[in-house]
């Protein structure tokens, strides 16, 4: 089984890295932008043409929230076209897309966690974006796993955890938003999930090819992925600081007091009832999740 994975530079990618050789059954393909740039579509024909995988894990992507309001061309083109080009090539080689999507889809006017069909109704560009590239993956493509994911973070690149440790260290005293609430995602368990789906279908599709046609295989579509539980960012920072034996003054703040050029879902927690119904995942309280992350 050969998996493709782009953005291997990322925090996806290094942790799908992390955990690869516990899978040697399964041939990982690496890519970062500079090996696969998915915003041009003969590299990704090229790429496919040599390894000609099972599956791909689009884990590149314009992740920059608040850079995207003034770059919206550039995040356009990674999270739209980028994931079209994928999709278009995934399709010509038969191959299955696993496609990683954001809480950001979501406005943040849900009391209630939001389940992969309720209507999403992003606030900025970078939601935007990876709403349009859902879209452009649902309308050329029939096999594919949309994950919608939430405040990833991880040992790897850079990520809301490391942040907060780099500051804690430069200052005494750090001010964080509590009126955004959430649920982090360990970028492993993330991998782990992905994995998970990809050993579970790949069975499937090698042993009765035809249970994979659209028409009677349900189980492709979106679903959600984070860790359990849910906390604001100022409780996620405190966690943080208490796991690492960090002191510091903390201190909770409104969103009101702390403007940024996109707007943040007030509300993003995720429903996972459809991931662990459909492939028997079992997923870790954040808390727990955040002990085991050590940098």
């Given at each position: 089984?050969?998996?493709?994975?782009?953005?291997?530079?990322?925090?996806?990618?290094?942790?799908?890295?992390?955990?690869?050789?516990?899978?040697?059954e399964?041939?990982?393909?690496?890519?970062?932008?500079?090996?696969?740039?998915?915003?041009?579509?003969?590299?990704?024909?090229?790429?496919?043409?040599?390894?000609?995988?099972?599956?791909?894990?689009?884990?590149?992507?314009?992740?920059?929230?608040?850079?995207?309001?003034?770059?919206?061309?550039?995040?356009?083109?990674?999270?739209?076209?980028?994931?079209?080009?994928?999709?278009?090539?995934?399709?010509?080689?038969?191959?299955?897309?696993?496609?990683?999507?954001?809480?950001?889809?979501?406005?943040?006017?849900?009391?209630?966690?939001?389940?992969?069909?309720?209507?999403?109704n992003?606030?900025?560009?970078?939601?935007?974006?990876?709403?349009?590239?859902?879209?452009?993956?649902?309308?050329?493509?029939?096999?594919y796993?949309?994950?919608?994911?939430?405040?990833?973070?991880?040992?790897?690149?850079?990520?809301?955890?490391?942040?907060?440790?780099?500051?804690?260290?430069?200052?005494?005293?750090?001010?964080?938003?509590?009126?955004?609430?959430?649920?982090?995602?360990?970028?492993?368990?993330?991998?782990?999930?992905?994995?998970?789906?990809?050993?579970?279908?790949?069975?499937?599709?090698?042993?009765?090819?035809e249970?994979?046609?659209?028409?009677?295989?349900?189980?492709?579509?979106?679903?959600?992925?984070?860790?359990?539980?849910?906390?604001?960012?100022?409780?996620?920072?405190?966690?943080?600081?208490?796991?690492?034996?960090?002191?510091?003054?903390?201190?909770?703040?409104?969103?009101?007091?702390?403007?940024?050029?996109?707007?943040?879902?007030?509300?993003?927690?995720?429903?996972?009832?459809?991931?662990?119904?459909?492939?028997?995942?079992e997923?870790?309280?954040?808390?727990?999740?955040l002990?085991?992350?050590?940098?």
């Open positions: 089984m050969v998996v493709l994975i782009t953005g291997a530079n990322g925090q996806l990618g290094q942790a799908l890295q992390s955990i690869s050789g516990n899978y040697p399964i041939d990982f393909v690496f890519c970062s932008s500079s090996d696969l740039d998915i915003t041009k579509k003969e590299t990704c024909e090229a790429v496919f043409f040599k390894h000609k995988p099972n599956y791909c894990i689009n884990a590149a992507a314009y992740t920059a929230v608040d850079k995207a309001e003034s770059e919206p061309e550039k995040a356009q083109l990674i999270n739209v076209i980028g994931a079209k080009n994928l999709a278009e090539v995934c399709k010509e080689y038969d191959t299955i897309l696993l496609h990683i999507s954001t809480d950001f889809v979501f406005d943040g006017s849900n009391k209630i966690a939001y389940k992969e069909e309720d209507t999403p992003p606030t900025g560009v970078y939601g935007l974006t990876k709403l349009q590239g859902e879209k452009a993956i649902q309308e050329t493509l029939e096999k796993f949309i994950i919608r994911t939430s405040w990833v973070y991880s040992q790897f690149a850079n990520n809301f955890m490391k942040t907060m440790l780099r500051l804690a260290s430069e200052r005494d005293s750090l001010s964080v938003v509590n009126d955004q609430i959430g649920t982090p995602t360990n970028a492993v368990d993330l991998a782990e999930a992905l994995i998970s789906i990809i050993t579970q279908t790949y069975n499937c599709h090698t042993e009765h090819v249970v994979l046609q659209p028409t009677t295989y349900k189980h492709f579509g979106i679903y959600n992925f984070s860790n359990e539980g849910q906390c604001s960012w100022y409780d996620f920072a405190k966690e943080i600081f208490k796991i690492n034996n960090v002191n510091i003054n903390l201190s909770a703040i409104p969103t009101t007091s702390f403007p940024t050029p996109a707007k943040r879902p007030a509300f993003s927690v995720l429903n996972k009832t459809k991931i662990k119904k459909t492939f028997g995942v997923i870790k309280d954040w808390k727990e999740s002990k085991a992350c050590k940098i």
